[in-house]
């Protein structure tokens, strides 16, 4: 994992395409995978160090620019990992969160296939575009990002990787996740 605290190298993170200005950090790490994904937020929660993650830049609203602390970039995360192409709505793909949207659009496009999303920044990262709820024109036949993710995971702040699939949990009303039919809490 490439890790730097050179300003040269930490400045384009401190600008996106809201054109916010004022951000600083201390350090731009580049993890490779979720492992290491894992290890930089585990060292920061233990350092109590703020992280905002980074990814295409392609933001309106400030999200990527930190004040403080470490940003870590997304963008050495990317590309696809499966495409599984089946009869009817069981069709999928397995992707990471820096694949841009134009290049996943592209990959099952290929197959066949159509992510019915399209969000109208087509190099935002998918994973931003996940986060967001991102929407577009064929948002009215379609539905949004969030109708069409089946599964995700996440890495939560501490470090820790939570699972979650479509229909198998729920969120109470004070935003706490259990187990569909159960009491249990996700932690």
Known sequence: ?????????????????????????????????EKEVIHVLDEACRARTPVTIAGNGTGLVGGRIPFGGIVLSTEKLGGTRRIHQAAGDSSYVITVPAI?????????????????????????????????????????????????????????????????????????????LFLKGTRNFLN
């Open 1 to 33: 994992m490439f890790r730097s605290t050179d300003h040269g190298v930490i400045c384009p993170y401190l600008k996106d395409a809201s054109n916010l200005a004022g951000g600083y950090a201390d350090e731009v790490v580049f993890p490779a995978d």
């Open 100 to 176: 841009t949207l134009r290049a996943l659009q592209m990959a099952v496009s290929a197959e066949g296939l159509l992510y019915p999303p399209d969000p109208t920044e087509q190099n935002a990262f998918v994973g931003a575009s996940v986060a967001t709820n991102a929407s577009g024109a064929r948002t009215f036949k379609y539905g949004t990002t969030r109708t069409w993710v089946r599964r995700l995971k996440v890495v939560l702040a501490t470090g820790d990787m939570l699972e979650l699939r479509r229909g198998e949990c729920v969120a109470n009303k004070e935003d706490y």
